[in-house]
């Protein structure tokens, strides 16, 4: 699939639920979302249909994300499908960690060895004000795990103002002896409520200043084709970090893929307000021909980048979803 301005997709992102464990306050409001019930989600069957026919036009990569996908139940039935669907090359999942480590080894079973894994701080305390649980000891466990059993480790890290920045360079500092990537990520406004005003002050500039000022060398890596991070390694480091200027959108011109929210509505991208609703057109009877064309279609009107995409939202509808509806 080659989108409007000559973009390869052959990446999907997949939420696979709305609910989450934790309250990150920057995705979810104290009281959650308005969570959908289950027969307004995708269901299993249909998700593995829809990925089969994305596989067959040129989709290899999956990432599970939600929410948290470890609440939704029998997820391992789902990833051990779509383990098995020709043409998918790599699933990787986004997780919070609190869940996960009893389903490393299984998961490991099934070749899925790329994990997300998002520590916003290392302090317990900050993790609490920040998640608004008191979760941390789980989800450092499940990093240790990870690392342990030698699996891909990309820590995802919201980077936000009066409270986390004093856990930039201790996040950093993991990679002195844990080959992990870490990644700094601008606070979007996904926060589910609309009306708050994220404090926009740490974009990716400013975090590489930071990073920087105290190393005092910091070596550029060759990013990845389709990376939405600028990497970076301090020398003698065995990991690295990245940023992703998720607010500042400056990668969208190598963007090569499109989510699937769990209602099953398609986006072709993080800021747009959703083209079609994927399950709709299933319970109607679509045929496999008719999805893909429509998919296609969506894909060949895709906005040129994620400030295009918000311009082009419905009047009145600003973005205020949580993105634990998007997936991230
Ligand atoms: N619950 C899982 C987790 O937290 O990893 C998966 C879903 S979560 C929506 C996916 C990613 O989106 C997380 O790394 C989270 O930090 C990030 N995220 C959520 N809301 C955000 C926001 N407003 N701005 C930037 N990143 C956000
Ligand atoms: Fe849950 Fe992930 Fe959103 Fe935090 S960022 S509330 S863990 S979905």
Avoid at 245 to 262: M, Q, W
Wanted: aromatic share 8%; proline share 4%.
């Amino acid at each position: 699939m080659i989108d409007n301005h000559g973009r390869k997709i052959d990446y999907v992102r997949l939420a696979v639920t709305d609910k989450c464990n934790l309250r990150c306050f920057y995705c979810m409001p104290v009281d959650g979302i308005n969570f959908k019930p289950k027969k307004e989600l995708l269901s299993y069957e249909e998700m593995i249909r829809l990925v089969k026919l994305l596989a067959a036009e040129g989709v290899s990569k999956i990432r599970i994300t939600g929410g948290e996908p470890f609440l939704r139940k029998d997820i391992m039935f789902l990833l051990a499908s779509l383990s098995k669907l020709e043409g998918i090359e790599t699933i990787a999942i986004t997780t919070n960690g609190t869940l996960t480590k009893p389903y490393l080894d299984d998961l490991i079973q099934l070749g899925i060895n790329h994990f997300n894994l998002s520590i916003d701080s290392i302090d317990p305390k900050r993790f609490k004000a920040i998640t608004r649980r008191d979760s941390f000891a789980q989800v450092w466990e499940c990093y240790e795990a990870m690392i342990q059993k030698g699996l891909q480790v990309k820590v995802n890290c919201v980077v936000m103002q009066d409270q986390n920045i004093e856990d930039i360079i201790p996040m950093v500092d993991l990679g002195k002896n844990d080959p992990v990537s870490i990644r700094f990520i601008e606070e979007m406004p996904f926060n589910g409520q609309g009306k708050s005003t994220p404090k926009y002050e740490w974009n990716y500039i400013q975090i590489i200043k930071h990073i920087e000022n105290h190393y005092g060398r910091i070596v550029r890596l060759n990013n990845p084709k389709n990376s939405t991070s600028i990497n970076f390694q301090i020398p003698g480091f065995v990991g690295t970090f990245g940023v992703i200027p998720a607010y500042s959108r400056t990668f969208c011109g190598s963007c090569n893929r499109i989510r699937v929210t769990p209602e099953g509505i398609l986006k072709t991208c993080l800021y747009d307000q959703g083209v079609f609703n994927i399950r709709h057109l299933m319970r109607a009877g679509a045929s496999d021909e008719e999805l893909i064309t429509a998919v296609q279609s969506a894909v060949g009107h895709r906005a040129k980048n994620g400030f295009e995409a918000e311009r082009l939202r419905d009047p009145g509808n600003l973005i205020s979803e949580s993105m634990a509806s998007i997936g991230g």
